[in-house]
């Protein structure tokens, strides 16, 4: 069975950070290229963060700067540190595979 699992969301006030967490299971988590999405209330999903089979990482405008992507292969986990939230950043947070499943999300809020 196909899985990927978000983890790692939380509430925090602005300025503060978190690290997402998304482990896959069954799928050929090597050899996928990986992203970081996110849907706000009443708002369409977007992408936040994506990298590649080989490391490569590319980032939405809005967090370039802020957010880090990363990944492990080895444990087939990928990784979203989120550095001085504000709270427009506010949202469901989603890890999907190329070609794979998508998760459940987790829920990132970011208010005073």
């Known amino acids: 069975q196909e899985q990927v699992v978000e983890s790692g969301g939380g509430l925090v006030q602005p300025g503060e950070s978190l690290k997402l967490s998304c482990t896959a299971s069954?799928?050929?988590?090597?050899?996928?290229?990986m992203g970081w999405y996110r849907q706000a209330p009443g708002k369409e999903r977007e992408s936040v963060a994506g990298?590649?089979?080989?490391?490569?990482?590319n980032y939405a405008d809005s967090v370039k700067g802020r957010f880090t992507i990363s990944r492990d292969n080895a444990e087939k986990r990928v990784y979203l540190q989120m550095n001085n939230l504000q709270p427009e950043d506010t949202a469901v947070y989603y890890c999907?595979?190329?070609?794979?499943?998508w998760g459940q999300g987790t829920q990132v809020t970011v208010s005073s």
């Open positions: 069954g799928i050929a988590f090597t050899y996928y290229d």
């Open positions: 990298i590649t089979r080989f490391g490569v990482t």
């Open positions: 999907h595979a190329e070609y794979g499943p």
